[in-house]
């Protein structure tokens, strides 16, 4: 059974018909991306996911559990961690204050201070930057900041929208390192880009969205020699 | 006429406190929901009536006489805070969390409501209770303290007193506990709170506990000061305590403490001067006219406040 199934799944805006019977499967352990151009429906599919918009028709199941009608915050309590598109870092909170609320279902005071000290290891300028407030950091800090935030409610799945988007590439490069070292951990990762080339080459399957519908979905090496992807997403 | 400043102050700060007390309630639910509730002057008055039926009921005992005042004080001030608390947190529930997601008009309408039945309801149950809606508070504190150049009644020093401590109290609890930094997450981004756990619904409903119990507090503590209450007590000194967290920047605790002082001290200082000043064309009857007008000035030529941010960004 897979970690993550999304099943037939409607989500309208209004009128909008966004997401047109969008069906995706994420096994634990695996790194898998969602690529497609501006519009497509991917930050909707895991808005949907977490339930910040609601499917009007299919289903959402998560760990054995039907989460589609939860609410978001109950989503995440389940054990899925969403880094949201534009990083969305509480601007007056300090870095630690910020990694503290990524915590906030964490009761074991020590267990907090253990995934502040991974955070710290993994993006190691977040340390000196501790009790800076989060709206001031750089663009490239506020990203490293949300997906430490992200990862600090030991989640089973971490949901990254965009997590390259107005880096620089030597940041683009870091970021989607830490992709596979998260995952060599054991992560379960679910990456959303429009960074086609190297979401595939960091992902083991992905799938492929336009106007609200999965028009491919393959191993993601298949995906990176497929002429039609080559042709839409990697010019 | 300098001679008396000192008195003057003492009496601007003892009003000034009770004002900053009330405005934390204001700026508090704005912070979160950029709404005003309309009725949070009135769970002052609420707070007021609750504590002075306490006080009235031990008195009624006959226990009163042979309490410590500060033991009275504060069953006084706990029962207040309590009862005033939960009646906050069920007027959120019943009359604006449905109301979420409306235009903003609708809720501030709703909230306005919530003000005048309170003021009735206060007003019908002490009619029929005591056949009379003034009270008259016993006075637990009825001593002062005589500096030569002021005197401080006992009862002043009481009221700064618990105003400082809540406002420490609840300064600390914002900042350093888990609750009150997620009060603020939910303040700059609630739909980003959420994915972090945090239960808003529980934020908002302890957003209006909090609120509505300091509002209370400070019922307690007009009424040990002033002797007398009625139903509409929360009116004015509401509007004022909105002025101040407006002067302090809405939203902005700090704002709301410092904005409330200000405006406590600018009133008793037009008050006792104002007459004097203009040879008696204008008395201490137009010192309310003050308060409005920093509200007026303020929102003409510096809406932020002393302690907001130019650009209030909402996402
Ligand atoms: N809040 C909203 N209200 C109305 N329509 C919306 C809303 N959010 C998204 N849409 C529409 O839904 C469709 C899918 O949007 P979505 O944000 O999921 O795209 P995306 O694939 O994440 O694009 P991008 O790469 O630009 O982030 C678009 O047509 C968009 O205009
Ligand atoms: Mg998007």
């Given amino acids: 059974m897979p970690l993550l199934e999304l099943q037939n799944i409607h989500t309208y805006y209004g009128g909008i018909h966004a997401l047109k019977g969008l069906s995706i499967q994420v096994e634990a352990g695996e790194v898998v991306t969602l690529i497609g151009s501006n519009g497509a429906g991917k930050s909707t599919t895991l808005k949907t996911i977490c339930g910040q918009t609601r499917a009007r028709q299919g289903k959402v199941l998560f760990d054995g559990q039907d989460i589609t009608a939860m609410k978001t915050h109950d989503i995440a309590l389940a054990g899925i961690a969403h880094v949201p598109e534009g990083r969305r870092i509480f601007p007056k909170l300090t870095v630690r204050e910020n990694l503290e609320m990524g915590a906030f279902s964490v009761t074991d005071k020590s267990v907090i201070d253990e995934g502040i000290e991974r955070a710290f290891r993994f993006f190691p300028r977040l340390k000196e930057r501790i009790n800076q407030k989060g709206g001031t950091m750089s663009g490239g800090e506020q990203q490293m900041l949300a997906i430490a935030r992200g990862l600090m409610m030991k989640p089973k799945i971490l949901m990254l929208d965009e997590p390259s988007m107005g880096l620089a590439p030597i940041l683009v490069e870091q970021i989607f390192e830490i992709v596979t070292e998260l995952n060599r951990e054991g992560m379960t990762i679910l990456l959303v880009e429009q960074n086609a080339n190297q979401a595939l080459s960091v992902a083991s399957r992905g799938y492929v969205i336009q106007t609200g519908e999965i028009i491919l979905q393959d191993d993601a090496r298949e995906l990176l020699s497929n002429p039609q992807v080559r042709e839409a997403y990697l010019a | ?315």
């Fill in chain 2, 1 to 315: 006429m300098l001679s008396m400043l000192p008195q003057v102050l003492v009496d601007g700060l003892t009003l000034g406190f009770m004002y900053a007390v009330v405005a934390l309630g204001y700026t508090m639910v704005y912070g979160i929901l950029e709404f005003i509730n309309f009725a949070h002057g009135d769970l002052f008055m609420v707070g007021a009536f609750v504590g002075t039926e306490v006080l009235l009921t031990f008195e009624a005992l006959g226990t009163l006489e042979g309490m410590n005042p500060f033991v009275a004080f504060f069953i006084t001030l706990i029962v207040a805070m309590a009862i005033t608390g939960a009646l906050g947190v069920g007027i959120e529930r019943v009359a604006y969390r449905p109301l979420r997601g409306a235009p903003r008009l609708v809720p501030l309408i709703s909230a306005i409501g919530v003000s005048f039945l309170l003021q009735d309801l206060v007003r019908f149950s002490e009619a029929i209770y005591r056949n009379e809606f003034y009270l008259n508070s016993p006075q637990l504190f009825t001593g002062s303290l005589e500096l030569g150049f002021a005197t401080v009644p006992q009862k002043a020093i009481m009221v700064m007193v618990i105003a400082i401590v809540l406002m420490i109290v609840l300064t600390l609890f914002v900042n350093k506990t888990k609750w009150g930094i997620a009060m603020r997450a939910v303040a700059q981004d609630q739909s980003t709170a959420s994915l972090m756990t945090i239960n808003v619904d529980k934020v908002i409903m302890l957003t209006f506990l909090i609120g509505s119990s300091l509002g209370g507090a400070t019922g307690v503590l007009f009424a040990q000061n002033y002797g007398t209450i009625d139903p509409y007590i929360g009116f004015i000194l509401g509007l004022k305590a909105f002025t101040a967290a407006v002067l302090g920047g809405i939203g902005n605790l700090r704002g709301a403490m410092v904005g409330g002082v200000i405006i406590g001290l600018l009133e008793s200082l037009s008050g006792a001067y104002m007459g004097p000043l203009t040879n008696g064309a204008f008395g201490a009857e137009y010192k309310d006219v003050f308060a409005f007008s920093i509200l007026i000035l303020v929102l003409l030529f510096k809406p932020e406040g002393l302690f907001g941010e130019a650009v209030k960004e909402k996402v």
